[in-house]
C-alpha cells in the first residue's frame, strides 16, 4: 500500500478500441482521438471525457470511491499514456484498504483492491491518477492494484484472488495495448524510490503471468456496466 504521493453504460470510446482485439471500433472513437492529439500539439489540456458516477472500468467491480484528497483528476491517456500495473499487498484486510482509501488524511489510493474470495472493488477511475507508487511519474502511468493479506503469509494469496486479479490486469492490458509482462507488470517494491516490499516474496510471479496471459488469449469481455 502506498503511503504518498464519469461515460454513459455500454462501450466507452476510449475502451472500444481494444474490443474484439482492437477491430471494433466506436463511431466517434477516430473523430475524439483526433482532437485529442491536436489539443496536445497545440499544448491544450485534453478534452474531458464524460464522466457517470459509479461508473466502472472493470466489468463485474464494486464501486467504492476514494477520497478525492488521495487522487488527481486526469484524462488518461490522452494526457499521460498508461503503460504500468503495480502490483501491492495492503498489509492487512481488504475492510481496512477501503477505509484508509476513503480518509482524506491517508493521502494514498489505489485503482482497485483484490479481496481474498476474487471480490474487486474500484476506488479511483482508471482515467485518473491514483496515489498509490510513492512516485509521481510512475502514479500517473499506471493503475494500481491492491491485494488483500500481508506480504509474509504465503496463505493470503489464493487461487480465487490470483484468478479475479488476473482478470483484472488482462483487462488494463488490452484497454491500453500494452504487453503482459515483467517490465509492465511490477511490485511496489520495483517502484524508483520507493520504501516498500510488496508483494513480497510469496507472491508468485510466474503464475500470476501464465494466468493474466491465460485470460489475454480469452475473447474480451463486454464492456462493464455502469454501477452505483
Not at 5 to 20: D, F, M
Request: include cysteine.
Amino acid at each position: 500500500m502506498g503511503k504518498t504521493n464519469r461515460p454513459k453504460p455500454g462501450v466507452s470510446r476510449r475502451r472500444a478500441l481494444w474490443l474484439g482485439g482492437g477491430g471494433l471500433v466506436a463511431a466517434g472513437t477516430g473523430a475524439f482521438a483526433a482532437r485529442s492529439e491536436l489539443r496536445r500539439w497545440a499544448g491544450l489540456p485534453p478534452e474531458a471525457e464524460p464522466r457517470t458516477p459509479g461508473a466502472v472500468d472493470q466489468r463485474g467491480a464494486q464501486w467504492v470511491a476514494a477520497d478525492p484528497a488521495n487522487w488527481r483528476r486526469a484524462e488518461r491517456p490522452a494526457d499521460y499514456a498508461i503503460d504500468r500495473v503495480v502490483i501491492h499487498v495492503v498489509q492487512g484486510s481488504f475492510a481496512s484498504a477501503l477505509k484508509v482509501f476513503q480518509d482524506p488524511w491517508h493521502a494514498a489510493a489505489a485503482h482497485y483492491v483484490v479481496r481474498k474470495d476474487g471480490h474487486v472493488a474500484q476506488l479511483v477511475r482508471e482515467l485518473d491518477v491514483a496515489f498509490h507508487a510513492g512516485n509521481r511519474a510512475y502514479n500517473e502511468r499506471s493503475i494500481g492494484i491492491e491485494h488483500e493479506g500481508f506480504v509474509d503469509r504465503p496463505e493470503s494469496f489464493t487461487r480465487a484472488m490470483y484468478a479475479a486479479s488476473a482478470r483484472l490486469t488482462a483487462g488494463i492490458c488490452r484497454r491500453y495495448g500494452f504487453p503482459a509482462d515483467r517490465e509492465h507488470l511490477i511490485g511496489h517494491v520495483e517502484v524508483p524510490g520507493a520504501d516498500h516490499t510488496d508483494p513480497g516474496p510469496y507472491w508468485d510471479w510466474d503464475r500470476y503471468l501464465r494466468l493474466v496471459r491465460a485470460e489475454l488469449r480469452r475473447p474480451p469481455s463486454p464492456s462493464p456496466h455502469v454501477s452505483g
